[in-house]
Every structure is written in structure tokens, then in C-alpha cells.
């Protein structure tokens, strides 16, 4: 490529609403666009990374014996309503009608539409196992859309689907797709963890998530640095049942009424471990999240940065939909029957509470204790089971492993993978059933395999940068090779040497841009460590007078001179 063909746009500054590092480099580096809210136009730049993901996964999908097809984004509602997801999915599943009026699911995955074609193609024993895949994307109406491609609204998904005789040939599909993640994100060249997690809304039994280490993660991972434990924190986590109700009852009554009780006050009574830094704690309302259970309070730790003031005048982002709670509310809530509390350290409502808590408790982080673990809230809610209320415990680091075989430690982790085991979860509601040897109909038994292509970009670049820019792991930079030539435009020398030297990598099936552009050389390197391109070599006229170039690693402090002829093999 040519960079005088290609598209490039670097911005000196972020926009100011983007908020964390990948999002900034992303829009700075002209890697994304944004159109709406979590809706972003991928740019020629953005787009050459994705393609790179798509194609890694497309072989390890390929090589682990899944077939790829592509199933719609636009999907009848009739198979939504089979399974109940039409109304079980909430205001995240986007709703469309045609104009006959006929209504139609925006896909934010696609169990229904695999399962219905299985169902149809799939009749015999001998016809099994098979995966089903596609690279597609998906549509979900996220509460709150954010950090560029991370948490978008539009974006795109590997999802592949398994269908199995029986539970034994699920866990081997499982344990293939399993594996075959294992290699995808070590090919991306990316530092991951996989861990244990929850089954959340899609049900089943076992299940896995892939997460890129990052501090900026949104989700919190409890591993053992001595054993193979490792859990996402609501797998992982319960915490203890921290008070009786009426004493819980009367301090969240009194916390609702600012200057009515002490924050320490509250914080004992509820048994939370009060953060140094949170100045109030407030219990209010999301009248827009309500879940079948009836409106939802939130317990709000509020460091001391923010006033109780500006929350009521809405001015505290992430809490703008939030009104506190009147005492009637709460009485109201908390009535007769035990409540429960939960999570404390984990930016996810737990298990539990997930189907009417809101997805994402992070905008409204509260407060920090000494170790620097946040408290992201606390929900209450009604409708717990006993058993689970009862070893309810909180994880914290130095906790001993569950395996025994060490002490707990805790990171930040950007989902990027999900497996789920299945079982019958859809095969039963929509009758996928295969005949045995016997002729008898049988369930299949499903797995469900998603991977987070868009949003590997973000993570990636959460791993990966400096001051200058983005720094990618080559197998999935935008070009693994710039060639900057000091003066193309005006130096024929250099010139010349700059167009043999980029035949000479092309013909050797290296990914290399030319930047043809006759830029300043200090306009040039700071475009492409910003887009951050691994491999720079430099032409200039000096070092060709002595038969040399100068090549520099995105991660180098200094260039290293390399004799011309030498360069291609060097670089390989
Ligand atoms: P999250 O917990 O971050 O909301 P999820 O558990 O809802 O993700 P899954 O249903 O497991 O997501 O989907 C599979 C993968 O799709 C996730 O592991 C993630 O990498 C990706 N993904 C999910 N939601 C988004 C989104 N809004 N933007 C970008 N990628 C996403
Ligand atoms: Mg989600
Ligand atoms: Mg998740
Ligand atoms: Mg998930």
C-alpha cells in the first residue's frame, strides 16, 4: 500500500467525551468514526485491524472443524417468541417492524435462527456433531454505550453454535472451541486469562469467559497465581448476608434523607467496609431500569468529589437518571421479607439479581478503600433463595483458593471470548431433535461460542501503548511494516531506494505501507507511532551515502542502522 492511496486522518486530541486510552488513540489514530451513540463507521485504518481478527479466528474456527456460513441481522420475531427471549430479553433486543407490520429481532446473537436451520437440515445421528459459525454483526441496545468500540451498540461478533448426540459430545465440542479460543488469543499476541463464569440470561450449565488483562477493564477476575483457579468475580463471589432487614431497613431510610444518619452510621449497619474516600451514600431510583420484580433501588456510594447536590441537579455523569429514593419507596421495598445484599468489588449485579438489575454498575463508581478495590454499589432486592443468601461471602485478595492450593488474587479483565455449554436450553423450546439409532427423536445438545471481534480492538490496545500512540502486536497491526522515506518527494536517491525496498517486502508477502507523502519527517513518525505500525525503517539520504537504513521497533528507544541489502531478510 501507499499512503498517498490509502486513507489516513490522525487528530492531535481526542474528542472530549472519549474516556479511556484505546477510545482516544482509536478516534486520534482515524480507526473509527463515530456516527451515534455506540454506532461507529470503521475506517479504512480500523478496518484493516478487524479484518486481521476476522481472519485469525476465521482459521482456528476453520482448522477446529467449524463451518462458517452467515445467518441475517434482521430476524422474524416468531423464533424470538419461541424461545420466550422476544420478552425475556428487555429493552436491549432492538425491535424493528416491516411495513406490514410484522416484527423483527435485530440480532445481538443468534441461537434461534442456528437452531431453526439444525432443526430443518439435521435428521440423523450420523449428521453429528456439527458447529455452525459466522462472523456477523450484531445489535444490541446497551444502556449505556461507551468507550468507543468496547461497549458498542453496533458491532461484530464471531458466534459459533455446536449441536451434539448427547451431553458426553458436548463437552468435546466445548472443550474444542475451548481450546481453539486458547489459540486464537494467543496468535492475537494479547496477555488473557480464561475464566470460570456465570451462566447469566442464556442459561445452561458450564460455562467459560476469555478476558484480556487490563486495569481498565470492567470486570473483575479472582484467580490463584498458585493453582488453576481462576473465576470472573460473580462466579466467584457471594457476600455474606450483611445485616438483619430492620436495622438495614432504618438506615437506608435514614440514608435517604441526607444529614438524617452518618454515612460510617450506615456503612456498619449494612456491614460494608466504608471506603475512606466515600463522603455519602444515597439510595435512589433508575426509574427507567425496571425489572419484572418492580423498580429497582440502588444503594449509591458517592466518593467525596461529588456533592450530594449536583446528584440531585443530575450533574454527576452516569447518575443524571437517577432520583432518590422517598422513604415510602423503600418501605415499601424492604417490607417484611429478608433482603439481601450484593455485590460489593464487582462492577455486575450477581447472579441472582440479573434479570432486573442493570447490566453495568460502573458508571456510578462510589468510592475506593486503601487497596484501591472499588465499590461499585450495592443492590438489594427480594426473591433470593435461601441456600444462595446463605453462603453469600465476599472475595477479597489473600482469601484462600477454593482448590486449596494457594491465596486468591484479583485483576481487570475486558471480556473478550464466551463459552457457554448449552444443554437443551433451545433444543427443548424449539424442538430441534435428531433420530438415534433406533429411530426414537432425541434433544440435541448445544454449545454456544462468541468472541468479540470489534472489541478485541479496544482491548488490544488497552495492553498496548505508550505516549506516542498505539503500539500493536504485529499480527494484528493495520500494516506490519511502514517504510518512511526522508524526502520521496524531492530526493531521487531516496526515492529510488524507497520503491525497491517496498517491492522487495511485497514480493515477500510483508504487510508494508509507503509513505509517499513527502510529509515532514516528524509529521510522518508521529502519524505512524500514533497508528502504531510495530516495524518503521527510514531511508534517508546520509545513511544511503553509507549503504545503510535505519530500522526501529515501535517499542525500541533507538534505531538500529541495517545495511541496505540486508534489510529485507532483517525485517523477517
Ligand atoms: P458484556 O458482559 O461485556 O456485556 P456479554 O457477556 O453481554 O458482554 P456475550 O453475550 O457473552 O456478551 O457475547 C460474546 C462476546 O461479544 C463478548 O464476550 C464480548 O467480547 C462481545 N460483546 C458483547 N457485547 C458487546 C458490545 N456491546 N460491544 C462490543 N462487543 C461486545
Ligand atoms: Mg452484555
Ligand atoms: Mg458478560
Ligand atoms: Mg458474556
Redesign the pocket.
Known amino acids: 500500500m501507499r499512503a498517498s492511496r490509502f486513507f489516513i486522518s490522525t487528530l492531535k486530541e481526542a474528542p472530549s467525551d472519549a474516556e479511556i486510552i484505546s477510545h482516544k488513540l482509536m478516534l486520534r489514530a482515524g480507526m473509527i468514526k463515530r456516527l451515534g451513540s455506540g454506532i461507529y463507521n470503521y475506517m479504512p485504518m480500523g478496518l484493516r485491524v478487524i479484518r486481521k481478527v476476522e481472519n485469525i479466528v476465521r482459521e482456528e474456527m476453520n482448522r477446529a472443524g467449524a463451518i462458517e456460513l452467515l445467518m441475517p441481522v434482521v430476524q422474524p420475531a416468531e423464533l424470538w417468541q419461541e424461545t420466550g427471549r422476544w420478552d425475556k430479553m428487555g429493552p436491549e433486543l432492538m425491535r424493528v417492524k416491516d411495513r406490514h407490520g410484522r416484527d423483527y429481532a435485530i440480532q445481538p446473537?443468534s441461537e434461534e435462527v442456528v437452531t431453526d436451520l439444525v432443526r430443518t437440515e439435521i435428521k440423523s445421528y450420523r449428521q453429528l456433531p456439527v458447529n455452525f459459525y459466522h462472523i456477523q454483526t450484531k445489535f444490541?441496545d446497551?444502556r449505556r454505550p461507551r468507550f468507543g468500540?468496547?461497549?458498542?451498540?453496533e458491532?461484530t461478533?464471531k458466534d459459533a453454535y455446536s449441536f451434539d448426540r448427547d451431553v458426553e459430545g458436548m463437552q468435546r465440542s466445548y472443550q474444542i472451541m475451548y481450546d481453539a479460543y486458547v489459540r486464537i488469543f494467543n496468535r492475537f499476541g494479547l496477555q488473557f486469562r480464561a475464566v470460570a463464569a456465570d451462566n447469566?440470561a442464556i442459561g445452561g450449565s458450564g460455562s467459560h469467559?476469555f478476558h484480556v488483562i487490563a486495569d481498565t477493564g470492567?470486570d473483575a477476575l479472582v484467580y490463584c497465581p498458585t493453582s488453576s483457579y481462576a473465576a470472573n468475580i460473580e462466579a466467584a463471589e457471594a457476600l455474606p448476608l450483611a445485616t438483619s432487614r430492620p436495622a438495614a431497613t432504618e438506615a437506608l431510610v435514614k440514608a435517604s434523607t441526607p444529614g438524617k444518619a452518618k454515612c460510617a452510621d450506615v456503612a456498619e449497619l449494612l456491614g460494608l467496609p466504608l471506603a475512606r474516600t466515600v463522603k455519602s451514600i444515597v439510595l435512589a431510583v433508575d426509574d427507567e431500569e425496571k425489572g419484572p420484580a418492580g423498580t429497582q433501588l440502588w444503594l449509591l456510594m458517592l466518593r467525596g468529589d461529588h456533592d450530594l447536590n449536583e446528584v440531585k441537579a443530575g450533574k454527576v455523569p452516569g447518575l443524571a437518571n437517577y432520583r432518590f429514593a422517598s422513604e415510602a419507596e423503600i418501605v415499601d421495598w424492604f417490607g417484611t421479607e429478608p433482603g439481601y445484599l450484593g455485590p460489593i468489588g464487582t462492577r455486575k449485579p450477581v447472579k441472582v439479581v440479573a434479570d432486573r438489575t442493570v447490566?453495568n454498575m460502573s458508571d456510578f463508581v462510589c468510592g475506593a478503600n486503601e487497596a484501591d478495590f472499588h465499590y461499585t454499589g450495592a443492590n438489594w432486592g427480594r426473591d433470593v433463595p435461601e441456600p444462595l443468601v446463605a453462603d453469600l461471602r465476599n472475595v477479597v485478595e489473600g482469601d484462600p483458593s477454593p482448590d486449596g492450593q494457594g491465596v486468591l488474587a484479583i485483576q481487570r479483565g475486558i471480556?473478550?471470548?464466551?463459552v457457554f455449554q448449552l444443554g437443551t436450553r433451545y433444543s427443548q423450546d424449539m424442538k430441534a431433535t435428531y433420530l438415534d439409532e433406533t429411530g426414537k427423536p432425541q434433544l440435541m445438545q448445544m454449545g454456544c461460542y462468541?468472541?468479540?471481534v470489534?472489541?478485541i480492538l479496544g482491548a488490544a490496545i488497552e495492553q498496548n501503548f505508550d505516549d506516542k500512540g498505539i503500539i500493536w502486536p504485529a499480527s494484528i497491526a493495520p500494516f506490519e511494516v511502514v517504510l518512511c522515506p526522508m524526502g520521496y518527494d524531492r530526493n531521487e536517491q531516496v526515492r529510488a531506494e524507497a520503491d525497491r525496498l517496498y517491492a522487495e517486502l511485497q514480493a515477500a508477502g510483508i504487510d508494508v505501507i509507503l509513505d509517499d507523502r513527502g510529509e515532514r519527517p516528524g509529521v510522518m513518525f508521529a502519524d505512524w507511532e500514533l497508528i502504531g505500525v510495530p516495524h518503521r525503517i527510514v531511508i534517508g539520504d546520509r545513511g544511503l551515502k553509507e549503504g545503510r537504513l535505519e530500522y526501529q521497533g515501535r517499542r525500541d528507544a533507538a534505531a538500529t542502522p541495517v545495511a541496505v541489502p540486508e534489510m529485507a531478510a532483517f525485517i523477517q
Not at 468500540?149 to 451498540?153: C, D, H, K, N
Open positions: 446473537t444490541r446497551e468500540l468496547m461497549r458498542g451498540r458491532f461478533m447469566g469467559e470492567e447490566a471480556e473478550v471470548g464466551h462468541g468472541i468479540g470489534t472489541r
